[in-house]
């Protein structure tokens, strides 16, 4: 009895030193750190360069202000909440799986799923949520054949698709694209083996031209040589933010060009400043999957990740109220009519450029490294288009003056080389 009264007073008196020491070094830490150089150089450096930022599909007019206001007022900001759990199953106070829920149900009509068949999560990544799509289709198709499916994929797809093939173990057959780079139809009919379950990935949005894979003829040729089953993910990680407020927005509605899922990312259209996306599918394709049930999460775990981040859905909530349907179409008109102008004033200086249909996305012959690298744009090569080429991603803070200012460094450089 004495000695465990001796020793609950060396338990609790270690207890106490070891958290003293904690927050003694917390604090002398945080004195040492602020105000931190290297952290003011990087955000001088990074809001100067975000203004200018043309090559990659990132929206630079974030909104978010307001939010980290609430944020920190509501008393979020010293504690954690962790979405780890199912959004249609689960809910509880130190997550926030019911605003994941709302968010996704708001989205899902957009894509031709209604709300009461609707399964999906606020994924890390339109990554992630190909690595949903892909895992998903694979499981649904094996389940119902007992036969391993191919995944069918366009060369000109996004890398990550590969990847997730490759990472899942799945027979891949990447398809020839034509100059635009679509799939090209008959390269897929030549590919498509009727014996065994096909798992179509579109590219809506390829990541160098902005192609769409033209979903009317694949499917044509899938109902001509009929594969034992079929399963469709769209991979619509930039285009699919902004088509549903568009004329074009039937391509990515699944009543209309069928699908059985699809991954967008929050960070590129929407406006987030974190990584993340949304991937929705059907309750049909969620009930095909292995649940395994966890009790101490309440019921089936379907998605891959256990612990999701509970404050990229509460932002989501936060952009869909504040932008709503209103802004994200403003922003869609924008983005497609100026780079439509972008492609124009290209054309008007005598510029090799190029555009796909229903795309913000324009690319062009290679210009100098310096302007590459002040602009930030990304560099392919393609033989068909003369070999070395660049491209721009026109994105919400794309604005006119920005475009012409790109222009008149193009124009320098031509006028430089003919001097
Ligand atoms: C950007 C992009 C991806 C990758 O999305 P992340 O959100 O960066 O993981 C995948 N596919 C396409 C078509 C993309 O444009």
């Known amino acids: 009895m004495e000695s465990t009264m001796q020793f609950k007073k060396i338990f609790f008196k270690l207890l106490f030193c070891a958290f003293a020491a904690g927050s003694l070094s917390l604090s002398n830490a945080q004195a040492a750190d ?103 289709g694979y499981k649904l198709l094996k389940g119902k054949t007992q ?43 030549k590919a498509l083996d009727p014996k065994r379950p096909a798992l179509i990935v579109f590219t809506m949005g390829s990541t160098f031209k902005g192609a769409i894979d033209n979903q009317k003829v694949i499917n044509a040729i899938l109902d001509e040589v009929k594969p034992v089953a079929v399963y469709r993910h769209v991979d619509a990680a930039l285009f699919g933010g902004f088509l549903p407020y568009t004329v074009h927005k039937d391509l990515v509605n699944r009543k209309v060009n069928p699908f059985d899922s699809i991954a967008i990312s929050g960070h590129k259209f929407f406006g987030m400043d974190v990584p993340c996306g949304i991937f929705i599918t059907t309750q049909e394709v969620l009930k095909k999957q292995n649940p395994f049930d966890i009790p101490y999460l309440n019921g089936a775990m379907p998605m891959i990740n256990c612990s999701r981040s509970a404050l990229s859905p509460l932002k989501f909530y936060w952009i869909i109220k504040k932008v709503g349907i209103a802004g994200f179409t403003a922003n869609a008109e924008k983005i497609l009519n100026h780079a439509n102008y972008l492609k124009k004033r290209l054309d008007q200086i005598g510029w090799p450029a190029w555009i796909g249909e229903y795309s913000n996305t324009v690319f062009f012959k290679r210009p100098s490294q310096a302007i590459i690298d002040k602009y930030h744009l990304a560099p392919e090569y393609d033989e068909r288009f003369g070999g070395d080429l660049a491209h721009v991603v026109v994105m919400p803070h794309a604005e006119k003056a920005l475009i012409e200012a790109f222009i008149s460094d193009l124009l320098k450089e031509t006028k430089n080389k003919a001097d």
């Open 147 to 189: 036969i391993d499916p191919i995944l069918y994929v366009s060369k000109e797809a996004h890398y990550s698709n590969k990847r997730l093939a490759d990472l899942q173990n799945i027979d891949m057959r990447l398809i020839d694209c034509d100059r635009m780079g679509r799939m090209d139809p008959n390269a897929f009919r």
């Open 34 to 136: 602020l105000p931190d150089q290297k952290l003011q150089k990087l955000a001088a450096e990074a809001v100067k360069k975000s203004r200018i930022e043309l090559g990659y599909p990132s929206n630079q007019n974030i909104a978010l202000d307001g939010f980290y206001q609430w944020y920190i007022k509501s008393g979020l900001s010293g504690l954690l909440l962790n979405n780890a759990g199912n959004p249609f199953t689960s809910s509880g106070t130190l997550n926030a799986l019911e605003i994941e829920r709302n968010v996704i149900e708001f989205f899902a009509p957009l894509y031709g799923f209604d709300v009461k068949e609707t399964w999906g999560i606020i994924s890390m990544s339109g990554t992630d949520g190909n690595n949903h799509g892909i895992y998903f």
